[in-house]
């Protein structure tokens, strides 16, 4: 049996007409599982799986990418500020500190070692007094912080790579 042009063409267009639909549907079948796999990631955000059920952006209603602007600007200032007035304090501190053992060098001022170290035991004792009293305080400060960080990640995360470019800068 001799097939024809004809007949010849006839069957690689339905060959190419069954893969052509076989591809249509495969397609179809992969585009489903994209969109099923997309729905699936909206209901179950990282964080979620993370952080726990309750946490989830405040500012949800701004984009990631706004949300991380605005945590790296703010996070750019306050990084930024933090160094200049460290620097000044610092400066500040160590030249205070360097004219008081001057002036002890050269005799302006006499300092009394006794009473400094009472009024610096005095102090500590003071001092351990006012955290055993200020635990509960900072223990709920924590939690209340620990909570913000886990409802605003993104915008947390924006803000600390800020700070340190701008403690950098």
């Known amino acids: 049996m001799q097939m024809t042009p004809d007949v010849l ?5 339905r060959q190419h007409s069954k893969m052509a639909s076989r591809d249509k549907e495969l397609e179809e079948e992969i585009y489903d599982k994209v969109v099923d796999l997309t729905e ?3 209901r179950q955000r990282w964080w979620n799986r993370l952080f726990g059920k309750n946490s989830g952006p405040l500012a949800a209603k701004y984009s990631v990418a706004t949300q991380l602007a605005i945590g790296g600007a703010s996070g750019w200032c306050a990084g930024y500020l933090f160094q200049k007035v460290g620097k000044v304090a610092a400066t500040s501190v160590g030249g205070g500190l360097l004219l008081l053992q001057m002036a002890n060098n050269s ?4 300092v009394d070692w006794k009473r400094v ?3 610096v035991n005095k102090a ?5 007094k006012g955290t055993d009293q200020a635990r509960p305080e900072l223990n709920s400060f924590v939690d209340k912080s620990t909570e913000f960080v886990k409802k605003n990640i993104v915008v947390t995360s924006g803000f600390i790579g800020g700070f340190l470019l701008g ?3």
């Open 9 to 13: 063409q006839a069957s690689e267009d």
């Open 40 to 42: 699936y990631a909206k």
């Open 107 to 110: 005799g302006y001022i006499q």
């Open 117 to 119: 170290e009472k009024d």
């Open 124 to 128: 500590k004792k003071q001092l351990k």
């Open 167 to 169: 403690l950098a800068s």
